[in-house]
């Protein structure tokens, strides 16, 4: 049973990932202007798997160490933010919207921040295994702001 639900958390949060790469970056994104300090593209695809992976084996912990009843506030903070990710990609790359984008990269943050602080209370290590998402966000979320100002 544990394996399976290791399973599953895998597959939803690689499934936001597979949501969120149908919106590649594309011609759009090569000709924005950009800040010296933007990562060259060869960086995100790893960094986005390790993310991922951590995210699905903190909420697995998370459903391992407490009861069902006291998991559920943290693993639907979970839920929510791994929503809030998929759309990210969607608004920014699919719409091309970098302003209404980093409106959302905001909720995702505060998204990630309140999963953090649930897993935390539930499981130390869930909760550390988000705090480099929660810092990658928050430097995406400076890139997001920056591109959008720069290409208004």
């Given at each position: 049973m544990k394996a399976l639900a290791l399973a599953v958390f895998l597959l939803l949060s690689f499934g936001a990932a597979a949501f969120g790469a149908r919106f590649a970056p594309g011609e759009w994104y090569v000709a924005l202007r950009k800040p010296p300090w933007n990562p060259p593209g060869w960086v995100f695809g790893p960094v986005w798997t390790a993310?991922?992976?951590?995210?699905?084996?903190?909420?697995?912990?998370?459903?391992?160490?407490?009861?069902?009843?006291?998991?559920?506030?943290?693993?639907?903070?979970?839920?929510?933010?791994?929503?809030?990710?998929?759309?990210?990609?969607?608004l920014f790359f699919g719409l091309r919207e970098p302003g209404l984008a980093f409106a959302e990269i905001l909720a995702l943050w505060a998204a990630i921040l309140a999963t953090t602080v649930l897993f935390l209370r539930r499981d130390r290590a869930a909760g550390w295994l988000m705090v480099p998402y929660l810092?990658?966000?928050?430097?995406?979320?400076?890139?997001?702001?920056?591109?959008?100002?720069?290409n208004a």
């Amino acid at each position: 049973m544990k394996a399976l639900a290791l399973a599953v958390f895998l597959l939803l949060s690689f499934g936001a990932a597979a949501f969120g790469a149908r919106f590649a970056p594309g011609e759009w994104y090569v000709a924005l202007r950009k800040p010296p300090w933007n990562p060259p593209g060869w960086v995100f695809g790893p960094v986005w798997t390790a993310l991922y992976a951590a995210m699905a084996v903190a909420a697995w912990r998370v459903w391992r160490a407490a009861p069902p009843a006291r998991a559920r506030p943290a693993l639907a903070a979970w839920a929510v933010q791994l929503v809030l990710n998929a759309a990210w990609s969607w608004l920014f790359f699919g719409l091309r919207e970098p302003g209404l984008a980093f409106a959302e990269i905001l909720a995702l943050w505060a998204a990630i921040l309140a999963t953090t602080v649930l897993f935390l209370r539930r499981d130390r290590a869930a909760g550390w295994l988000m705090v480099p998402y929660l810092a990658w966000v928050s430097f995406a979320a400076v890139l997001n702001f920056v591109l959008w100002r720069l290409n208004a």
